[in-house]
């Protein structure tokens, strides 16, 4: 990924040099030429084009400020109901992430989520223990976790 980016950024400098204007806009040029040749290229690279991975981290950008937002209004019912009907509870999250920087990311998301934090990692890395502040199903709460955050991660960090 790095490489076909500093690649895209090469040839749009070459382009600015060749051009002889050093405007933003044939920089701009220069690398929409430099992306649409990495792409007619995109057979010799290895990895899928940095693009992907590019929307990948935007949807994961936008994906944690709707998750972010959605359980801040669902801490403010749990604040305001009259009485307090809270199930805390600590459960165990197995993942599949192999990295360190996966799994510090993961448990970051989840962290600034309100009302949930990462308490362990369990030493081998595979196993994430969570305190949440209302949990009606452990099942349905590792789902989640696992079918969003870890599911966009993996978009982001597989080749």
């Not at 806009?25 to 040749?37: A, E, H, K, Q, R």
Request: net charge neutral; proline share 3%.
């Amino acid at each position: 990924m790095a490489f076909q980016l500093l690649l895209n950024v090469f040839i749009a400098f070459v382009w600015m040099f060749m051009s002889t204007s050093l405007t933003a806009s044939t920089f701009i040029i220069g690398y929409l030429i430099g992306l649409i040749l990495i792409i007619m290229m995109r057979r010799f690279f290895k990895d899928r084009l940095y693009i992907w991975r590019l929307w990948a981290t935007f949807k994961l950008a936008l994906l944690f400020f709707k998750e972010l937002i959605l359980s801040n209004i669902s801490v403010l019912r749990v604040v305001l109901r009259p009485k307090l009907a809270i199930q805390p509870m600590i459960f165990a999250l197995p993942t599949d992430l192999e990295h360190d920087w996966e799994i510090t990311l993961l448990s970051s998301l989840i962290t600034l989520t309100p009302g949930t934090i990462v308490l362990n990692v369990s030493d081998d890395q595979r196993t994430l223990y969570i305190h949440a502040i209302d949990v009606d199903d452990v099942d349905d709460a590792i789902d989640s976790i696992k079918n969003t955050f870890e599911k966009a991660i993996k978009e982001v960090s597989r080749p």
